[in-house]
């Protein structure tokens, strides 16, 4: 059996709309298990990803399943996307890892994620080194981030509930309890962080230097 399905490639990251097919694995207690597989038109690469379904008994007589859950079996990786190439990559690593960890451990992922955020807060935002709470109100003080920005960012605090959790901010690797969506809520900020902070200035700096050539041919001063 199987069905048709839109869904984006995670080894070359096409979009795509195409057949999938699925394998019955296991029913018991807990639902009928399944392997959907699907092929990329575009590179080839086969996609398994692991579903639970439950019966859901009509109010009328009759039975449909519904899905319960889905876990990514190959390629081992993220639905996210890649690591832009201008994020420096000491960070690039940390994000991609608390990616690859999201969908086996939220709360690995939640760390690492925190970790990442307090590196990049120090580094290019060169907030004093302190605990998380209080570098993100550093960086909010300063006014250097548009205000869509820094109303995600407080959010990190509120959605991971810093105040219930406080070694989330003292210690922000350490692998603690997490609310629903934190994990996935810090790597949003994350990207839109690291487009902010190196992506929109390396774009600006190329439009810029591809300018200044077009000036120097036509025998003007560049740019101030």
């Known amino acids: 059996m199987g ?6 490639c995670p080894h070359c990251r096409t979009a795509f709309v195409g057949a999938t097919q699925e394998l019955p694995v296991q029913s018991n207690g807990a639902g009928i298990w399944e392997v959907e597989r699907m092929i990329c038109p575009a590179c080839d690469g086969f996609i398994l ?18 899905e319960r859950e889905r876990r990514m079996l190959w390629p081992k990786g993220t639905q996210r996307p890649p690591v832009p190439v201008e994020v420096p990559s000491d960070l690039a690593v940390d994000y991609a890892e608390a990616c690859l960890s999201l969908a ?3 709360k690995a992922a939640a760390a690492l994620a925190r970790g990442c955020l307090q590196h990049l807060l120090r580094t290019a935002a060169r907030v004093k080194p302190g605990n998380l709470a209080n570098e ?3 960086v909010l003080d300063s006014k250097q981030l548009p205000s869509y920005l820094a ?16 070694t989330k901010s003292t210690t922000s690797g350490a692998i603690v309890a997490v609310e629903p969506g ?10 839109s962080l690291f487009d902010f902070y190196f992506v929109g200035p390396a774009k600006a700096q190329a439009k810029k230097a591809a300018l200044d050539a077009k000036l120097k041919d036509a025998g003007k001063p560049p740019v101030k």
């Open 151 to 166: 109303e995600s960012i407080d959010a990190v605090r509120n959605i991971g509930n810093f105040a219930a959790h406080p």
């Open 182 to 191: 934190e994990a996935e809520w810090t790597l949003d900020v994350l990207e």
């Open 136 to 138: 993100i109100q550093e």
């Open 49 to 66: 990803e692991l579903t639970r379904k439950e019966i859901v008994h009509l109010p009328g007589g009759g039975a449909t399943t519904a």
């Open 3 to 8: 069905g048709i399905k839109k869904t984006q």
């Open 104 to 106: 086996d451990s939220p």
